[in-house]
C-alpha cells in the first residue's frame, strides 16, 4: 500500500555533502518508523540510521555516525538523510524503508516496504 520513492541520489566529491530524500505515497506514514540502508554489490543489505514515528529517537550505524543524520516531516510524508564528510566507502545503493511499527529497529528483516534505492558515488 505504501509506496517510498527515493531521490537526491549522485556523484558528489569526497568529504562532501548530499541529501537524500523519501517521499511516501499511498497512505500517511506518520505512524511508521522509517529506516535508511545501503547495499553494495555482493554484499547483504546494511543498516545505516533509523528514526521513530515522531523523530524523537533516531540511530546510527557507527560508520555513520556523526557524519549522517536522519530526519522526517510528517506534513510532507517525507524522511531525509543528510549525509555530510562523505567517503568514498559510502558510495552504494541507499534504501529507504518504514516498519509496520511506530519504533525503530536496526534489522533489515523488521521494515516491510522498501524504495527502489538510489546511487550514492563518493569520488577521491
Known amino acids: 500500500q505504501v509506496q517510498l520513492v527515493e531521490s537526491g541520489g549522485g556523484l558528489v566529491q569526497a568529504g562532501g555533502s548530499l541529501r537524500l530524500s523519501c517521499a511516501a505515497s499511498?497512505?500517511?506514514?506518520?505512524?511508521?518508523?522509517m529506516g535508511w540502508f545501503r547495499q553494495a554489490p555482493g554484499k547483504e543489505r546494511e543498516f545505516v540510521a533509523a528514526?521513530?514515528?515522531?523523530?524523537?529517537?533516531?540511530y546510527y550505524a557507527d560508520s555513520v555516525k556523526g557524519r549522517f543524520t536522519i530526519s522526517r516531516d510528517n506534513a510532507k510524508n517525507t524522511v531525509y538523510l543528510q549525509m555530510s564528510r562523505l567517503k568514498s566507502e559510502d558510495t552504494t545503493v541507499y534504501y529507504c524503508?518504514?516498519?509496520?511499527?511506530?519504533?525503530?529497529?536496526?534489522?533489515?528483516?523488521?521494515?516491510?516496504?522498501w524504495g527502489q534505492g538510489t546511487q550514492v558515488t563518493v569520488s577521491s
Open positions: 524503508a518504514a516498519r509496520q511499527s511506530p519504533w525503530a529497529t536496526m534489522g533489515t528483516s523488521e521494515y516491510a516496504y
Open positions: 499511498g497512505r500517511s506514514i506518520s505512524t511508521n518508523a
Open positions: 528514526i521513530t514515528w515522531n523523530g524523537d529517537r533516531t
